[in-house]
Antibody, heavy 118, light 106 residues
Framework: EVQLVESGGGLVQPGRSLKLSCAAS????????MAWVRQAPTKGLEWVAS????????YYRDSVKGRFTISRDNAKSTLYLQMDSLRSEDTATYYC???????????WGQGVMVTVSS | EIVLTQSPTTMAASPGEKVTITCRAS?????MHWFQQKSGTSPKPWIY???KLASGVPDRFSGSGSGTSYSLTISSMEAEDAATYYC?????????FGGGTKLELK
């Protein structure tokens, strides 16, 4: 059974950093592209970043470029999102998701809440 | 950036009623994908590559469209279909979602 379990969320002050992790199991992690998608309270879904299966290429939305870093450790089957210089508008539930071979974002984690507030 | 505009934003349908949700793209995309999300839960893949149903999705759902105009249709509304539906394009970066359509049971 495919499982994606996020961790590392919490309350953080503006300008500070936070690192999210997503532990994957039930599939060969190194074969799949992965991504982070977020959802601000009562708002819609917003793609944040993607990474290729090898980690050799990464992609970001403009609003997080230069502040967030997506990475992966295939040996540990874990996806990461390093978030620096956090802003109030980064407050959201962050989902780890897998890009399937056919369907995009075919599995999702349960989400982890990040609150940026003083 | 390709902007996806969904309509309607909210709607209510009676059991047995036909429902259509549309998603319009600001530029042509190759395929459209749809997700269902119920309150307090993670999104679920629902329709991919415009018209293919994800695993477990009832066949009263269908998807169609091309270019800049796509739609998700429910042939006969059931109570369990009440949810928010989002379209997604992955033809180009940044990946973008529509704003969502909240479907309620009347």
């Amino acid at each position: 059974e495919v499982q994606l379990v996020e961790s590392g969320g919490g309350l953080v002050q503006p300008g500070r950093s936070l690192k999210l992790s997503c532990a994957a199991s039930g599939f060969t992690f190194s074969n799949y592209y992965m991504a982070w998608v977020r959802q601000a309270p009562t708002k819609g879904l917003e793609w944040v970043a993607s990474i290729t299966n090898s980690g050799g290429s990464t992609y970001y939305r403009d609003s997080v470029k230069g502040r967030f870093t997506i990475s992966r450790d295939n040996a540990k089957s874990t996806l990461y999102l390093q978030m620096d210089s956090l802003r109030s508008e980064d407050t959201a539930t962050y989902y780890c998701t897998r890009r399937g071979y056919s369907a995009p974002f075919d599995y999702w984690g349960q989400g982890v809440m990040v609150t940026v507030s003083s | 950036e390709i902007v996806l505009t969904q309509s309607p934003t909210t709607m209510a349908a009676s059991p047995g009623e036909k429902v259509t949700i549309t998603c319009r793209a600001s530029s042509s995309v190759s395929y459209m994908h749809w997700f269902q999300q119920k309150s307090g839960t993670s999104p679920k893949p629902w329709i991919y590559d415009t018209s293919k149903l994800a695993s477990g999705v009832p066949d009263r759902f269908s998807g169609s469209g091309s270019g800049t105009s796509y739609s998700l249709t429910i042939s006969s509304m059931e109570a369990e279909d009440a949810a928010t539906y989002y379209c997604l394009q992955r033809s180009s970066y940044p990946r973008t979602f529509g704003g969502g359509t909240k479907l309620e049971l009347k």
